[in-house]
């Protein structure tokens, strides 16, 4: 750090502490960072923000979001090779989110609605729609993952399989069907395509992942090759989940002199 900033920053902190007094900073300055509220009463929000609430944001769990389409071989694979199973292991330090729409491409119609084309058929627009509107619905990944998983595994076409699904899941099937087909189901799709289309670097293939909002190839290959450790190396905090402890050096192995 430069002279001129270390000095900015004690004068700021200096003045701040001076008049701290005249306003209600009645806290130690350990304490200063531990809410906005304080922080701003004794106006070090900014060196909250560029320090311990920085660490803080980093420490949090690492952002994991899959970009796929319903019915692409490779996405069902990786969702059921790969994604399921590593989120069963560490979901504790992952922050997954699901964008279904993929290769689709969308344009506007006349009535203000959007039409979809996939890569995969007509089937592949119903099986992307009825996973948005499962996200929609089941709000929460420990919710929708589960069901979302079961009818990318399934052999039937999207319709039945979430029937089927529905069976296994508590979800509200006649809601999530309806919200498919019908104006609501359409522009959560509209965000979904969004998501995808304001990717950069542009998706060249699905799945497609993003890494604590990151994507290139190698992050993509880690991730389809051994996700449990791409996630345990990345999370920074303190705690990591027992199924990271397999990628830990073990030390005992060694001779040390
Ligand atoms: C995850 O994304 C959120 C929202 O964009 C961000 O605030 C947070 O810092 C990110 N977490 C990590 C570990 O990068
Ligand atoms: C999880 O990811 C979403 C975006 O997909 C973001 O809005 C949210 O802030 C993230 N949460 C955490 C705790 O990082
Ligand atoms: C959507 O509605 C049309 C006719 O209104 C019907 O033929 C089709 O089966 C419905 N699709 C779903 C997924 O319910």
Known sequence: MNIWIVSTVCLIFTLSSVSAKNNKCNF??????SSEEIAASCQVTQQ???????????????????????????????IRFMLYPTYQKISSIMN?????YGNARESRESSGRYKYDCQHGPQECVGNLIDTCSIYYLKIV???????????ISQSDPLQAAKQCAQQFTVPLDKILSCA????????????AKKTDSLRPQHQYVPWVTLNGVHNEKIQNEAQNNLVKLICKT?????????????KVKKTNRCYK
């Open 142 to 152: 420990e919710k929708y993952f589960p069901y979302i998983h079961c009818m990318e």
């Open 28 to 33: 130690p300055p350990d304490l200063w960072c």
């Open 235 to 247: 999370y920074q905090g303190a705690k990591k989940p027992e199924a990271c402890n397999e990628f």
């Open 96 to 100: 997954l989110t699901l964008v279904p």
């Open 181 to 192: 087909n019908s104006s609501l189901g359409n522009s959560l799709e509209h965000e979904m």
């Open 48 to 78: 909250c923000s560029e320090t311990s609430w920085l660490l803080k944001e980093k420490t949090g769990p690492v952002n994991f979001t899959l970009y796929y389409e319903s019915l692409c071989p490779d996405c069902q694979q990786f």
